[in-house]
């Protein structure tokens, strides 16, 4: 077994899911569960055994560091960066993921027989480029933590790597890792000058070959929506329950305007929570557009959405929260830092693995870097499927990945 795949599985082993109840600018604590630092602590342990320098536990906020210092001793190029998240998705639980390896040759693959859960060929048709390779897949009962322990796995292996061949002449590298990437908090209490990269990227993307430097504008909106309670019996013309008032918010968004409805360049609002009761009642979304002009209507049609219900029910029954996430990275790196995108694409061609250019339908930790000083292009970890339990990851891709994260790091010569 090659040393990414063997890291990985034990990375996966880690249950270090984040919490979206817990995040956010009013939380009590950070990150979002404390979970996460065990798996901080073994990336730490690892670091140290590899004989990184610098390697930094940041015992308050999750965050793990290291830098590999240069080697040829000449004139000290910029330092590249690489980073990865620790944390897995809420959407599905990590406790307990009982990973295998299966060499694939086409048709289902049932996860489990009990279920019974089923990665379903029809259901998934991008399995059909998987054939003759080998897969990752879970027991059906959890994700498998790919995203973005397939990352953590394949730095980690780079990193190896370079410190067991002083050799190789390169320049200096850093490395981060962290937490509550998943729940939009990702770099909310990185140290930038302990990881010290002067650009990086982040390894957060799906399938062999994937490289992004386009994502969406990004806000979350949480509607409180208040209502008022009568026996259902006597209700006429008093009851307003809040659960079918928030429902009837919700209908106002256009359909073509979801997630499921939705691809390419095209934004959505999306639904991700709805809890409450007559007479109060909670939903929260997404708000998500590549276009900047697009993204900042898209939110100004949700307070419209909400003026609506209120002229309808009364000033107050809805009240709304929008909060910026992050932008779309492509005006950093389009602005004198193209080079990170087309470095990439030349050592993807020097291995043979086929560039595909494409823009984020989400959003990585290099989003926000890239606007905190730090460009940061997004680069494929080898999975498919992410935040859910039918994700699996390609061992090839991966073993082909950590070669591209090394040809980066030893052929970036930039002053």
């Known amino acids: 077994m090659s040393e990414v795949i063997d890291r990985f599985l034990q990375y996966v082993s880690y249950d270090t899911q984040s919490s979206e109840e817990n995040a956010g600018p009013d939380a009590e604590y950070f990150p979002s569960t404390a979970k996460q630092h065990n798996l901080a602590k073994k990336l730490t342990e690892d670091l140290r055994e590899l004989g990184a320098s610098d390697v930094v536990y940041d015992e308050q906020y999750c965050y793990v560091y290291a830098k590999i210092p240069a080697t040829d001793g000449g004139a000290q190029p910029k330092i590249i960066g690489f980073l990865a998240h620790m944390d897995t998705s809420p959407e599905v639980s990590d406790e307990n993921v009982n990973a295998r390896i299966v060499a694939y040759e086409g048709g289902d693959i049932v996860l489990n027989e009990d279920g019974p859960v089923v990665l379903r060929e029809k259901d998934f048709p991008e399995l059909s480029r998987y054939v003759g390779k080998h897969l990752i897949v879970t027991d059906g009962t959890t994700l498998l933590g790919a995203d973005d322990k397939a990352g953590v796995a394949e730095i980690m292996a780079m990193v190896s790597y370079l410190l067991k ?87 106002m968004i256009p359909a073509g305007e979801r997630p499921e409805t939705t691809e390419g360049y095209e934004g959505f609002y999306h639904l991700t929570r709805i809890a409450g009761e007559t007479e109060g009642c909670v939903i929260s979304y997404i708000i998500r557009d590549h276009d900047r002009a697009k993204f900042e209507e898209k939110k100004n049609r949700m307070e419209q959405y909400v003026a609506a219900i209120n002229d309808r029910y009364g000033e107050g029954t809805a009240s709304l929260n929008i909060r910026d996430q992050y932008y779309n990275m492509r005006e950093v790196i389009e602005d004198g830092n193209q080079f990170l995108v087309d470095d990439a694409i030349k050592a993807m061609e020097q291995l043979g693995i086929t560039p595909i250019v494409q823009p984020i339908r989400g959003g990585t930790d290099g989003s926000r870097l890239s606007y905190m000083g730090v460009p940061c292009p997004n680069l494929c970890t080898g999975g498919e499927n992410f935040h859910s339990r039918y994700e699996y990851a390609c061992v090839e891709s991966m073993e082909q990945i950590v070669k591209l994260l090394t040809a980066l790091a030893v052929g970036q010569t930039r002053n």
């Open 165 to 251: 061949h002083p050799e190789i002449a390169h320049g200096p590298i850093a490395v981060a890792f962290t937490p509550d990437e998943e729940v939009g908090a990702g770099v909310d209490h990185i140290d930038l000058d302990t990881f010290g990269a002067d650009y990086a990227y982040t390894v957060d993307g799906g399938r062999l070959g994937e490289l992004e430097y386009e994502c969406f504008n990004a806000a979350s909106a949480a509607i409180t929506v208040l209502g008022r309670s009568v026996h259902p019996g006597t209700a006429k013309g008093k009851m307003i329950n809040a659960v079918r008032v928030a429902m009837e918010l919700d209908g």
